[in-house]
Nanobody
Framework: QVQLVESGGGLVQSGGSLRLSCQVSANIFRFYAVGWSRQAPGKQRELVARITNVGNSEVEDSVKGRFTVFREISKNTVYLQMNSLKPEDTAVYYC???????????WGRGTQVTVSS
Protein backbone atom coordinates (compact mmCIF):
# COMPACT_ATOMS: atom_id res chain seq x y z
CA GLN A 1 0.00 0.00 0.00
CA VAL A 2 1.40 3.37 -1.02
CA GLN A 3 1.41 6.09 1.62
CA LEU A 4 1.68 9.82 1.10
CA VAL A 5 2.52 11.92 4.13
CA GLU A 6 2.19 15.69 4.00
CA SER A 7 3.94 18.15 6.27
CA GLY A 8 4.71 21.84 6.43
CA GLY A 9 1.29 23.36 6.93
CA GLY A 10 0.53 25.98 9.54
CA LEU A 11 -0.59 29.53 10.22
CA VAL A 12 0.98 32.36 8.26
CA GLN A 13 0.18 36.01 7.68
CA SER A 14 -1.00 37.31 4.35
CA GLY A 15 1.98 37.80 2.06
CA GLY A 16 3.99 35.10 3.78
CA SER A 17 5.37 31.81 2.51
CA LEU A 18 5.12 28.14 3.33
CA ARG A 19 6.66 25.02 1.84
CA LEU A 20 4.66 21.82 1.94
CA SER A 21 6.31 18.43 1.63
CA CYS A 22 4.85 15.15 0.45
CA GLN A 23 6.82 12.05 1.31
CA VAL A 24 5.83 9.12 -0.92
CA SER A 25 6.49 5.59 0.33
CA ALA A 26 7.14 4.34 -3.20
CA ASN A 27 9.32 5.38 -6.11
CA ILE A 28 7.59 8.45 -7.52
CA PHE A 29 8.40 7.33 -11.07
CA ARG A 30 5.73 4.65 -10.59
CA PHE A 31 3.12 7.35 -11.02
CA TYR A 32 2.10 9.54 -13.90
CA ALA A 33 2.34 12.53 -11.56
CA VAL A 34 2.36 13.58 -7.95
CA GLY A 35 0.35 16.65 -7.12
CA TRP A 36 -1.30 18.92 -4.65
CA SER A 37 -4.97 19.67 -4.28
CA ARG A 38 -6.76 21.79 -1.71
CA GLN A 39 -10.17 21.99 -0.15
CA ALA A 40 -11.49 25.07 1.57
CA PRO A 41 -14.50 24.92 3.92
CA GLY A 42 -17.71 24.56 1.95
CA LYS A 43 -15.89 24.19 -1.35
CA GLN A 44 -14.95 21.33 -3.62
CA ARG A 45 -11.46 19.94 -3.68
CA GLU A 46 -9.44 21.50 -6.48
CA LEU A 47 -6.13 20.72 -8.12
CA VAL A 48 -3.43 23.26 -7.36
CA ALA A 49 -0.31 21.88 -9.02
CA ARG A 50 1.34 18.65 -10.03
CA ILE A 51 4.60 17.42 -11.45
CA THR A 52 4.72 14.56 -13.94
CA ASN A 53 7.12 11.65 -13.98
CA VAL A 54 9.11 13.35 -16.75
CA GLY A 55 9.41 16.52 -14.72
CA ASN A 56 6.78 18.73 -16.28
CA SER A 57 5.04 20.96 -13.78
CA GLU A 58 1.43 22.02 -14.14
CA VAL A 59 0.13 24.88 -12.03
CA GLU A 60 -3.43 26.16 -11.88
CA ASP A 61 -4.02 29.71 -13.06
CA SER A 62 -5.31 30.82 -9.67
CA VAL A 63 -1.90 30.28 -8.08
CA LYS A 64 0.42 30.64 -11.06
CA GLY A 65 3.31 32.94 -10.29
CA ARG A 66 2.94 32.36 -6.55
CA PHE A 67 3.10 28.57 -6.16
CA THR A 68 5.78 26.25 -7.47
CA VAL A 69 5.82 22.45 -7.46
CA PHE A 70 9.11 20.57 -7.53
CA ARG A 71 10.56 17.26 -6.43
CA GLU A 72 13.55 15.68 -4.79
CA ILE A 73 13.81 12.33 -6.54
CA SER A 74 16.33 10.77 -4.16
CA LYS A 75 13.89 11.32 -1.30
CA ASN A 76 10.69 10.45 -3.20
CA THR A 77 9.41 13.81 -2.03
CA VAL A 78 7.35 16.44 -3.83
CA TYR A 79 7.16 19.98 -2.57
CA LEU A 80 4.75 22.86 -2.95
CA GLN A 81 6.41 26.22 -2.43
CA MET A 82 3.75 28.82 -1.70
CA ASN A 83 4.66 32.51 -1.78
CA SER A 84 2.61 35.68 -1.47
CA LEU A 85 -0.07 33.77 0.36
CA LYS A 86 -3.57 35.21 0.55
CA PRO A 87 -6.43 34.51 2.97
CA GLU A 88 -8.25 32.73 0.12
CA ASP A 89 -5.44 30.16 0.03
CA THR A 90 -6.65 28.89 3.39
CA ALA A 91 -7.54 25.22 2.98
CA VAL A 92 -6.52 21.69 3.72
CA TYR A 93 -3.84 20.74 1.22
CA TYR A 94 -3.67 17.15 0.04
CA CYS A 95 -0.95 15.30 -1.77
CA UNK A 96 -2.01 12.79 -4.42
CA UNK A 97 -0.41 10.25 -6.74
CA UNK A 98 -1.81 9.90 -10.25
CA UNK A 99 -2.12 6.53 -11.99
CA UNK A 100 -2.55 8.31 -15.31
CA UNK A 101 -3.39 11.81 -16.52
CA UNK A 102 -6.89 11.66 -15.05
CA UNK A 103 -6.99 9.11 -12.23
CA UNK A 104 -5.74 9.63 -8.73
CA UNK A 105 -4.73 6.40 -7.07
CA UNK A 106 -3.59 7.54 -3.66
CA TRP A 107 -4.22 10.44 -1.31
CA GLY A 108 -2.49 11.75 1.73
CA ARG A 109 -4.38 12.80 4.83
CA GLY A 110 -3.84 16.48 4.28
CA THR A 111 -2.21 19.38 6.05
CA GLN A 112 -3.95 22.57 7.13
CA VAL A 113 -2.82 25.92 5.76
CA THR A 114 -4.32 29.02 7.32
CA VAL A 115 -3.53 32.49 6.03
CA SER A 116 -4.53 35.37 8.27
CA SER A 117 -5.30 38.82 6.92
Amino acid sequence: QVQLVESGGGLVQSGGSLRLSCQVSANIFRFYAVGWSRQAPGKQRELVARITNVGNSEVEDSVKGRFTVFREISKNTVYLQMNSLKPEDTAVYYCSAYLDADRIGYWGRGTQVTVSS
